[in-house]
């Protein structure tokens, strides 16, 4: 594909229940990373995989977020359990050396 | 980790050059100044990078401070659609971690 590609772009859960976010980067890139986004605010870091393997996790908020890497691509965020304050934009970016490329977000909402 | 100030809000005409403004006074000696801008409702997307010396390319430039305290990112002639929230990071490149930590941002305003 020309670029990373998340989905789904919205999603609407009911607190409690489990999500799971997908990122296509593009291919080749080997750095991936998750952010959230607050309406109104700047991007907090979740984690970030170089390879398969997560050297920062430091920001993922809670042990109800979890993410993987498989074959150096896709990647997938899970949320369980989700809560009123998980909802937000969650950006995927990936990189090769120097400039990230974001894709669209997922709109996550939860009632 | 070094951290970036920017002001929280410019305004420029459009047709007319803008400086953005960028302090970071206690950046490393491998820590790259990078420049990203986001449009509304959009994924953030790459404008520009450098170390030491002043770049340019087709969306803009970037002046560094001889210091390396502060830099400012130019946009040599704003159109509406250059109106988005630009963010000044930094980049540590020697470290294994690539982790780019993100500020508030500027959002610039164009008025036509």
């Known amino acids: 594909g020309a670029g990373v590609s998340q989905s789904p772009s919205n999603k609407v859960t009911e607190k409690g229940k489990d999500v799971e976010l997908r990122c296509d980067p593009i291919?080749?890139?080997?750095?991936l990373y998750w952010y959230r986004q607050s309406l109104g605010q700047g991007l907090e870091f979740l984690i970030y995989f170089q390879g398969n393997s997560a050297p920062d996790k430091s920001g993922l908020p809670s042990d109800r977020f979890s993410a993987e890497r498989t074959g150096g691509s896709v990647s997938t965020l899970t949320i369980q359990r989700t809560q009123q304050e998980d909802s937000a934009v969650y950006l995927c970016a990936s990189s090769l050396v120097n400039e990230a490329f974001f894709g669209q977000g997922t709109r996550l909402t939860v009632v | 980790d070094a951290k970036t100030t920017q002001p929280n809000s410019m305004e420029s005409n459009e047709e007319e050059p803008v400086h953005l403004p960028c302090n970071h006074s206690?950046?490393?000696?491998?820590?790259?100044i990078h420049w990203y801008r986001q449009l509304p409702s959009q994924g953030p997307e790459y404008v520009i990078h450098g170390l030491t010396s002043n770049v340019n390319n087709r969306m803009a430039s970037l002046a560094i401070a001889e210091d390396r305290k502060s830099s400012t990112l130019i946009l040599h002639r704003a159109t509406l659609r250059d109106a988005a929230v630009y963010y000044c990071?930094?980049?540590?490149?020697?470290?294994?971690?690539?982790?780019?930590?993100w500020g508030a941002g500027t959002k610039l305003i164009i008025k036509p």
């Open positions: 206690t950046i490393s000696g491998t820590d790259y």
């Open positions: 990071i930094l980049r540590d490149v020697i470290g294994s971690n690539y982790q780019l930590i």
């Open positions: 291919s080749g890139h080997t750095a």
